[in-house]
């Protein structure tokens, strides 16, 4: 099987050669997901009883709506994970190395930090400490769930190397399987927070473990049908409409049962977005700065440093929900998320290939993760 591979600053396969031009939606997800979060409001305003009506539809604390939404939107991630690439780990071990450091030793326990000292001391005076509690425990959920998804597309804006990005994101999707249930579980802990073991287990099954089992099954079905990788890509492609549909229509939900907060008190909106914009350009600090230290080639620096600073925003939400409802602040949090990441990441992006001079230009030998 032939991975794709970094040849003249592109990113090619055996048979087509693909841009590293950012997609229409990926472009403009700031402004779809802000309408999305306007139409929600307005949705929710007009018809509070359809929402009750969806609220209602839970089985074990998880929404049967927004679960269907979620799976629309990971598993086609989950098919473009190959864990036969886990085996190129010891080709660049710097980059991989400071993506698991930050991601898993360092990003959820400042998140966890960040959200106590904003919520629980600076903003004490703006909520209840009920709330307050909900909204540290969504940003907590944000900050244990490293991206899957959408760091391919910071990874091609900055060139970086595609295959060690595929590393990158296989390694912590089967870390994720493991640890986020208990990372997630002790910091709500720290925090006095409730930890309903048995739903934090049972989203983490339903919206990691299970849509990962259906897309590697999926992956070989379609390399043994085509025996290529193009047809994965093809069909991921294909689903795509599916997964953009699912993110926005799960917005639209979250903000039209969050509707009469953020019409009452738009100004949470603000707070909770400050604290998400420190940890996001404060862990990219540390990543990007490791690996200027340690002289990693740009091409890996790069996207190690986004896949720590970006989240899986659609895990995150789907736990939000099932641990702590719909209409609750911790969803609300997660939601959040979504509308700071891309601009955030996009102004990164920006910044990283402004300082590309100063890192290692070599690339990975293009024979290396053939």
Known sequence: MKLPVIVEDKIVTAKTEKSTVIGLFERWLSLWVALSISLGVILG???PQLFEVLAGLEYAHVNLVVAILIWGMVYPMMISVDFSSIT??????????????????????????????????????LMSPSDADSYIAGLILLGAAPCTA???????LTRG??????????VNDLIMI???????AFLLGVTDIPVPWDTLLLSVVLYVVVPLIAGIFTRRILLNHKNNIEAVASFTDKLKPTSIVSLLTTVVLLFGFQGNVIVADPLLIVLIAIPLLLQSYGIFAIAYGAAWVMRVPFKVAAPCAMIGTSNFFELAVAVAISLFGLNSGAALATVVGVLVEVPVMLSLVAFANKTRKYFPQNAINKDTLS
């Not at 295959?163 to 990158?168: A, D, F």
């Not at 493991?178 to 997630?184: E, G, H, K, L």
């Open 45 to 47: 305003q007009l018809y």
């Open 88 to 125: 190129h780990v010891a080709d660049q071990p710097k980059g991989l190395m400071i993506t698991l450091v930050v991601n898993w030793l360092i990003k959820p326990f400042t998140m966890a930090v960040l959200g106590v000292l904003f919520f629980k001391y600076l903003f004490v005076d």
């Open 150 to 156: 959408m760091v391919f597309v910071w990874s091609q």
């Open 161 to 170: 190397d595609a295959n060690y990005t595929l590393v990158q994101v296989s």
């Open 178 to 184: 493991f640890a986020y249930a208990p990372i997630v």
